[in-house]
């Protein structure tokens, strides 16, 4: 007799077989409806188009290049196979010195080279998923809890608090003031928690924001610093997305902040990187932790043992960003075809009524359906997101996914994309959005709406009358990534 998967799940542990995980949200959900629907513009060209995941593909020709130019980077050519000993046998788990090194300078080009960072203090681990368990590991106990404001990443229910048993408390945000948080706010949450006997050890930030695509100003940074210095708390800044910000000086790191000597404990301030969206290379696995508090620095380091990145990575990335012409324009050419793709796509909304939250950085941007739904309620957001994924195919994620405390709200990734496929998505939405009211409901055949939308297509009517010239960002297409690849 054989075993059902519930006694097969009797067999395994709580946290196992828990949802911690947090697979059954529609941000997920929409993964998989791309997974089994994929676009192709010639193979599947009425398949769903993958807006869902923020992967920074408009500057893999600048990297093709480079790897052509630079054979002897990997120790799996004929050009580096004379290193290939000395790289696949044990290394400590510090990291390579030169890798280190490398990402510390790289960190401090982001950021303007307006302050630098100590490759000392640089901790490894398996992209930002692992660094950000990680620090949750090193901080808290189970029980304890973050301050995190909402809207946020859906994966931090599952990266802080799966395996850690730590909570996550929401910070109040809106739309009224473009969901930035207050002070008011934080002292809200914080006091929320207290009364509930939850022992807060820190504060959680994203800079620049995933979903807003919004970056901190110097006060709020500054409000942040003194606010986590009188509760005795920690804060954990993720800036994984420092160098998606169009305008490079806009960005101010929380580096800068405590460079200030506004007599700030630097025990409690924890940076959070990877190179997954700022290179592009989620595939590689490369997580940073930066703190500057020593015992932090110590304790991560041991526990990067469970997540260490190949030193056949390292090796690659250490010869890539110590190439400084490269990285030089690297950046700025990045930051450029950002900041076209983003003109182009968020004018096509505009033109069809279509508002997007004003942002400069970011893989994406966090739109405004609000009036679209028939009621403003989450499952009025629920059935025009089913809509958005199963007639209109393409793969948005709701605001709900992300905490959202509003309805209507939607984040759509830009950059994983060609320029092709990106026309054909932003072609999609405003045929959508230009049907009449009625839109919102189920249609009784999706393949009426997929005649309507290949019709819209061929006329491109709307696309005369209406589109402005394309500003387009010459790059290497990229096929679509595959489902397991979440951000």
Same mark, same amino acid.
């Given at each position: 007799?054989? !075993?059902?998967?519930?006694?097969?799940?009797? =067999?395994?542990?709580?946290? #196992?077989?828990?949802?911690?995980?947090?697979?059954?949200?529609?941000?997920?959900?929409?993964? *998989?409806?791309?997974?089994?629907?994929? !676009?192709?513009?010639? *193979?599947?060209?009425?398949?769903?188009?993958?807006?869902?995941?923020?992967?920074?593909?408009?500057?893999?020709? %600048?990297?093709?290049?480079?790897? $052509?130019?630079?054979?002897?980077?990997?120790?799996?050519?004929?050009?580096?196979?004379?290193?290939?000993?000395?790289?696949?046998?044990?290394?400590?788990?510090?990291? /390579?010195?030169?890798?280190?090194?490398?990402?510390?300078?790289?960190?401090?080009?982001?950021?303007?080279?307006?302050?630098?960072?100590?490759?000392?203090?640089?901790?490894?681990?398996?992209?930002?998923?692992?660094?950000?368990?990680?620090?949750?590991?090193?901080?808290?106990?189970?029980?304890?809890?973050? +301050?995190?404001?909402?809207?946020?990443?859906?994966?931090?229910?599952?990266? $802080?608090?799966?395996?850690?048993?730590?909570?996550?408390?929401?910070?109040?945000?809106?739309?009224?003031?473009?969901?930035?948080?207050?002070?008011?706010?934080?002292? #809200?949450?914080?006091?929320? #928690?207290?009364?509930?006997?939850?022992?807060?050890?820190?504060?959680?930030?994203?800079?620049?924001?995933?979903? %807003?695509?919004?970056?901190?100003?110097?006060?709020?940074?500054?409000? %942040?610093?003194?606010?986590?210095?009188?509760?005795?708390?920690? +804060?954990?800044?993720?800036?994984?997305?420092?160098?998606?910000?169009?305008?490079?000086?806009?960005?101010?790191?929380?580096?800068?902040?405590?460079?200030?000597?506004?007599?700030?404990?630097?025990?409690?301030?924890?940076?959070?990187?990877? $190179?997954?969206?700022?290179?592009?290379?989620?595939?590689? &696995?490369?997580?940073?932790?930066?703190?500057?508090?020593?015992?932090?620095?110590?304790?991560? &380091?041991?526990?990067?043992?469970?997540?260490?990145?190949?030193?056949?990575?390292?090796?690659?990335?250490?010869?890539?960003?110590?190439?400084?012409?490269?990285?030089?324009?690297?950046? #700025?050419?990045?930051?450029?075809?950002?900041?076209?793709?983003?003109?182009?796509?968020?004018?096509? =909304?505009?033109?069809?009524?279509?508002?997007? +939250?004003?942002?400069?950085?970011?893989?994406?941007?966090?739109?405004?359906?609000?009036?679209?739904?028939?009621?403003?309620? !989450?499952?009025?957001?629920?059935?025009?997101?089913?809509?958005?994924?199963?007639?209109?195919? /393409?793969?948005?994620?709701?605001?709900?996914?992300?905490?959202?405390?509003?309805?209507?709200?939607?984040?759509?990734?830009?950059?994983?994309?060609?320029?092709?496929?990106?026309?054909?998505? +932003?072609?999609?939405?405003?045929?959508?959005? =230009?049907?009449?009211?009625?839109?919102?409901?189920?249609?009784?055949?999706?393949?009426?709406?997929?005649?309507? %939308?290949?019709?819209?297509?061929?006329?491109?009517?709307?696309?005369?009358?209406?589109?402005?010239?394309?500003?387009?960002?010459?790059?290497?297409?990229?096929?679509?990534?595959? /489902?397991?690849?979440?951000?």
């Amino acid at each position: 007799m054989g !075993f059902t998967l519930s006694n097969q799940q009797q =067999l395994l542990s709580k946290i #196992a077989t828990g949802n911690g995980h947090g697979e059954n949200s529609p941000y997920f959900d929409g993964w *998989k409806a791309y997974d089994s629907d994929p !676009f192709h513009p010639t *193979k599947n060209p009425n398949g769903v188009i993958q807006m869902g995941l923020a992967e920074n593909q408009m500057c893999f020709d %600048l990297i093709q290049e480079w790897i $052509l130019n630079n054979p002897e980077a990997s120790i799996c050519t004929a050009a580096g196979v004379n290193e290939f000993k000395d790289i696949a046998i044990f290394q400590d788990y510090h990291g /390579l010195p030169e890798f280190r090194n490398a990402v510390a300078n790289f960190m401090g080009k982001v950021r303007g080279n307006r302050v630098t960072f100590d490759a000392d203090r640089i901790v490894m681990s398996g992209g930002a998923t692992g660094a950000h368990e990680m620090i949750a590991f090193c901080l808290a106990d189970p029980g304890d809890a973050f +301050l995190v404001p909402v809207p946020y990443y859906p994966g931090f229910d599952r990266d $802080l608090g799966w395996r850690t048993g730590v909570q996550l408390i929401p910070v109040a945000c809106d739309s009224s003031n473009n969901f930035k948080f207050t002070r008011a706010a934080l002292e #809200a949450a914080y006091e929320k #928690a207290q009364k509930a006997n939850i022992r807060v050890k820190g504060l959680l930030i994203t800079n620049p924001s995933n979903p %807003l695509g919004t970056v901190l100003d110097r006060d709020t940074l500054r409000s %942040l610093v003194t606010f986590i210095n009188e509760k005795k708390i920690h +804060l954990v800044c993720d800036e994984i997305y420092a160098a998606t910000v169009f305008n490079q000086s806009s960005f101010i790191s929380i580096a800068e902040i405590i460079e200030e000597n506004i007599g700030c404990n630097r025990n409690l301030i924890h940076i959070v990187y990877s $190179l997954s969206k700022d290179m592009g290379f989620p595939g590689f &696995r490369v997580g940073i932790i930066y703190s500057y508090n020593d015992a932090v620095v110590n304790c991560a &380091r041991k526990m990067s043992s469970f997540g260490l990145v190949s030193t056949q990575t390292q090796h690659l990335i250490a010869s890539m960003l110590s190439d400084n012409e490269f990285v030089k324009r690297f950046i #700025a050419q990045s930051a450029k075809r950002l900041k076209t793709r983003h003109m182009r796509f968020t004018m096509g =909304l505009a033109q069809v009524g279509t508002s997007c +939250l004003k942002s400069n950085g970011g893989l994406f941007v966090w739109m405004d359906l609000r009036r679209l739904l028939k009621d403003q309620t !989450f499952e009025a957001e629920m059935v025009l997101w089913r809509t958005i994924i199963h007639e209109v195919k /393409l793969n948005v994620s709701p605001g709900s996914s992300f905490h959202c405390p509003e309805p209507g709200w939607f984040r759509v990734c830009f950059a994983n994309m060609d320029d092709k496929t990106m026309e054909v998505a +932003l072609t999609r939405i405003r045929t959508f959005v =230009l049907q009449d009211k009625e839109a919102i409901v189920p249609r009784k055949s999706n393949r009426l709406w997929q005649s309507n %939308l290949r019709l819209s297509f061929q006329s491109r009517r709307m696309d005369d009358n209406m589109m402005s010239p394309c500003m387009m960002s010459p790059h290497t297409p990229i096929p679509q990534s595959p /489902l397991v690849r979440a951000t």
